[in-house]
């Protein structure tokens, strides 16, 4: 009877972990994997905190008014749209410089809506309506004129030359700014309602000036939605 011959398996050799040095290819991908990550996060929140001055409205503004001193404040913003997209406080403000558009009070304002007050092609006219005003009329608010004959008659003594005249309202001039709104006050200002400052463009003023001389009324109506 033969014997039986157990054999064990040789173990593996141990290995043995070995740190890697500087010039491992993994390690220098790391590293530079973490400074890259530093270096984005720390710009992306030095952006998020960037701020630049710029002017906005102190008081409600019309167009054609002054932006000075009393009529600006500076705030401190972080513009999403690009420096040029609002009126800068970084530099000195533009003598004689004026908003063309209705700019609401707190609102910052768009460079887009300041011009020299030489290329202002508006002026003011002063409306005084035959009837009762809507309260949506105030100063920054965006109106219609129209004209109401006083009758086919006696429109057509004034107005009956032009070929615009007829017995039945017409519109003078629509999405204009009201610069001023004043009530007559006083003993012998009841029944005199209140005189509406409309900014008219030169273009239209011949039809509007026409309008107010002749036999009938001009009236203000509020466009919906167009108060500051």
Known sequence: MSATVQVTPASPAAVRWRSPGWRDPRL?????????????GSWLVSSAGRTEPVYAARVPL???????????????VRLDGGPDVYLSAAVDLPAGLVVVRTVGQGELVPFAATAESSALDL???AITPSGPMSRAVVAGASVDLWFVPADDGAAGSTMATTAQTSGAPRQLAAGLAVSEVSEETGTFAVGAGRSVQVLVPVADLPDVLAALAADGTVEVVPVPGGTP
Do not use: I, M, Q, Y
């Open 123 to 125: 002026r003011p006219v």
């Open 62 to 76: 019309v167009a054609g008014d002054v932006l000075d001193a009393e009529s600006l404040v500076v705030r401190e």
């Open 28 to 40: 220098l991908l790391g590293v530079t994997l973490l400074a890259t990550s530093v270096a984005l």
